[in-house]
């Protein structure tokens, strides 16, 4: 295994780097403007890839990350590599800025190429899931300027927050486009944003926060199909009943096929029941309610890619960026990471297409790709096409080796895992940790309303 010459030697994310390769980081340097005038201890491609690597080490500070891209490289050939101070390395992440960071995940969003894969599509469509959620950034002048703290009067509580909308291919969980800011816009006002990258092809499922009209008739604009949850006293008048009890509506100048199902989940212990309303522009009748009803469930892929992002990475932990422009820096560089584990476990899976790819562990991945970026191992592989490219790779092997088992029809009540006081965790509301039980859910439709 080879790593770059020179002062460009710690520039590299171990396997991950054929993702992220030398010649993509310094494209976008070159786009942006942002390549050095000349070669110093911290070149521009090596300051990319330390704010890459952050990404894989998120309890660490740059200093400690920085230790780690360079432990794998002494006793190579007698190479010497500097040993920057904090400030030197924070004086060179501002001179990168923002832009390279956005370039790069523009070149690595999308599905993945592995769109055959088991799970991906539903009757030829990608099926994909947009939504929010909130990340913490540190509580310092400059980000409260433009972010604001969470809670209500006397000027809030906790942390600045920032809003991160994304749209998720949910059988792979990489992320298609991804957009953020303030707090103070709504999911709705930033979903526009990604409108772009909606096309014919796509089926998006989204909760009851977007059924806005308006945002609806403009996904549906894009050519892409979609499947919204609404309210239940949400008026939708009938235009026309189909056989299988649903019907044919319109929000605006919007068709719509409207279904009403009661989802019961029964286990041994009894049964909860609830109903949901749906909206989609699926109309062809021989599409059967139930099993549309069915791949709404698809939605919450994407909540597990939010958890993969928050817990598995940041660990629960808040964005090290004082300022608001190295917050930006700090989520595209935390999505370009994300983007590019994700992508090497979509080509392992690409070699085993009765693998689901909700099998791969995410966690194996990140821990196998911290590994390899401490030992420096997989940076440059030999590309000789006489002696073929290794598409898996060692991290891909592990995750197929250690692959997780098929999902099961499983139930678990949403409770506060870890109590913060001793009565929280004694009071019977309803919130006491019970273990998971197997289910079996039944999907009722109900006849169109009158």
Known sequence: MRVAAGAFAPGHLGELTRIVPFEMVDAVLDETGARQQRIRDLPSRVVVYLLLAAGLFADLGYGQVWARMIAG?????GLSVAVPTAGALAQARRRIGVAPLRALFELLRGPAAGLSVKGVRWRGRLVCAIDGTILGCPDTPANLAIYHRGGGGNGGTGYPLVRVLALVAC?????????????????????????????????????RNFAARDLLVAIADTGADLLVRVKIGRHLPVCRRLRDHSYLSRIGRLEVR?????????????????????????????????????????????????FELKSTILGGRVLRARTPCGVAQEIYALLVTYQALRIAISDAVLTRPDVDPDRASFSIA????????ITAMGVLTDTNPNTGIDLVGELGRRVLDHLMPARRSRTNPR?????????????????IRAPSRPAAITIDIHSASP
């Open 73 to 77: 490289l002494g006793g190579r050939g």
């Open 171 to 207: 059988g792979t969980r990489t992320i298609i486009d991804a957009v953020f800011g303030t707090d103070r816009i709504g999911e709705t006002r930033y979903g526009y944003d990604l409108l772009a990258a909606l096309h014919r092809g796509m089926i998006v499922l989204a909760d």
């Open 258 to 306: 409207v279904i009403t199902a009661t989802i019961t989940v029964s286990t041994d212990t009894g049964h909860r029941s609830q109903v949901y309303r749906l909206i989609t522009t699926i109309l062809d009748p021989a599409c059967p309610p139930q099993d549309i009803v069915a791949l709404y469930h698809q939605r919450w892929e994407i909540e597990t890619a939010y």
């Open 366 to 373: 990140l821990h196998v790709a911290r590994d390899q970026l």
């Open 415 to 431: 409770v506060v895992k870890r109590a913060i006081s001793v009565y929280a965790a004694n009071t019977a509301r309803g919130r």
